[in-house]
C-alpha cells in the first residue's frame, strides 16, 4: 500500500514536471487572433537551441562576435510584430491578457503607459533574480501596430548598447535603450 | 535375287552396329588436343579480382558516404544562415520596440512637464 502511494506520488511529480517542460516560454495568448486580424505581421521564436545553433554560424566579423557573446547569456528571444490596415483590430482586454503573463512575482513593471482605447499603450517588464536582469517583455501598442518582444535570460544593457550600428539597428537606438534600462 | 535386293543386303552388314574394340576410347581420348593452359595474365586477373571488387565497392561506398555528409553539411549551413538571419531580425525588432517605447515615454515625460 505504501509502495502504491509512492509510485503515485512520483507519477504525479512527473506528470507536473513534463506540464511544466510543455508550458511555452512566450505568451502564445490571442497570437493566432492577432496574426488573421493583422495585413502583415512577423513572428521570430528563437528558443536557447537556436540561439546556439545561430551561434555557430556567426563567426563572420566583428559584430557577430558582439551579438553572440550577447546571445550565449539567453535562453531565448520572442518578437511578435502585427500591422493592421485599420484601428481597432484589438482591445485593451486583449492588452490586459498578454500583460497579465507578466504579473508574477519576478517580474517589475518599469514602464507603464496607457492610453484611453488602448491603442497607444507602452510597457516594458523587467524580470529580477537576485538583482540581475533575467528577463525583458517589451509591448508597444500603436492604432496600427502591436509589437511585443519577449527577452528570456541574463541581459546586460551595455551589450545590447553594443549592438547599435550592426545587423540594421542605428547606434542611437541601442545606445538610449540600453541607458533607460540599466537606470 | 535382283540387284536392288544384293545392295539393300551389302548396306545391312555394312552399316550393323558393332562394339568398339577394347581400349578404343582411351587411345582417341590420349589423342585428342590437351586443354589450353590459362595464360599468366588471367591468373593474374583471377587472383585480383575479388580484390578489385572490393576496392570499388569500398570506393563507392565511400563516395555514398561523402557525399551523404557533404549533403547534411551543405543542409546545416543553410539552416544555421537562416537562424542567423533570424537572431538578426529578433535583435532588430527588439531594439527598434525599446527605443520607440523608451522614445514615447521621454517624449510624454517633456509633454507633461511643459
Not at chain 2, 545391312?12 to 582411351?26: I, N, T, V, Y
Amino acid at each position: 500500500m505504501r509502495s502504491l502511494s509512492v509510485l503515485t506520488a512520483l507519477g504525479l511529480f512527473a506528470l507536473a514536471a513534463a506540464a511544466q517542460s510543455i508550458t511555452p516560454p512566450f505568451p502564445v495568448t490571442l497570437e493566432k487572433e492577432l496574426a488573421a486580424r493583422a495585413s502583415n505581421y512577423t513572428e521570430v521564436s528563437l528558443d536557447k537551441k537556436m540561439l546556439a545553433f545561430a551561434g555557430k554560424f556567426m563567426d563572420g566579423n566583428a559584430e557577430d562576435a558582439e551579438a553572440k557573446q550577447m546571445l550565449a547569456t539567453l535562453n531565448g528571444i520572442y518578437v511578435r510584430e502585427y500591422e493592421f490596415d485599420k484601428p481597432g483590430q484589438y482591445t485593451t482586454a486583449d492588452l490586459e491578457n498578454i500583460r497579465s503573463q507578466f504579473n508574477g512575482s519576478d517580474w517589475s513593471p518599469m514602464v507603464r503607459e496607457r492610453s484611453k482605447k488602448g491603442e497607444g499603450d507602452s510597457d516594458i517588464y523587467i524580470r529580477l533574480v537576485d538583482g540581475k536582469m533575467q528577463g525583458m517583455f517589451v509591448l508597444d501598442a500603436e492604432p496600427n501596430d502591436l509589437s511585443f518582444v519577449y527577452i528570456d535570460g541574463a541581459l546586460d544593457p551595455s551589450e545590447l548598447s553594443r549592438l547599435g550600428g550592426s545587423f540594421g539597428i542605428p547606434k542611437h537606438v541601442t545606445k538610449r535603450a540600453a541607458k533607460e534600462v540599466s537606470k | 535375287m535382283d540387284e536392288h535386293e544384293e545392295l539393300e543386303r551389302l548396306l545391312h552388314r555394312e552399316l550393323q552396329a558393332r562394339d568398339a574394340p577394347p581400349g578404343f576410347s582411351a587411345r582417341v581420348i590420349a589423342k585428342l588436343p590437351q586443354a589450353p593452359q590459362p595464360a599468366p595474365l588471367q591468373t593474374a586477373h583471377r587472383v585480383w579480382l575479388p580484390g578489385l571488387r572490393w576496392t570499388a565497392a569500398a570506393v563507392a561506398l565511400m563516395a555514398i558516404a561523402g557525399g551523404g555528409y557533404w549533403e547534411h553539411q551543405r543542409r546545416e549551413r543553410i539552416a544555421g544562415e537562416r537562424a542567423r538571419g533570424q537572431v538578426i531580425l529578433a535583435l532588430h525588432i527588439s531594439a527598434v520596440t525599446l527605443h520607440d517605447v523608451l522614445h514615447k515615454v521621454v517624449k510624454d515625460t517633456k509633454g507633461d512637464a511643459e
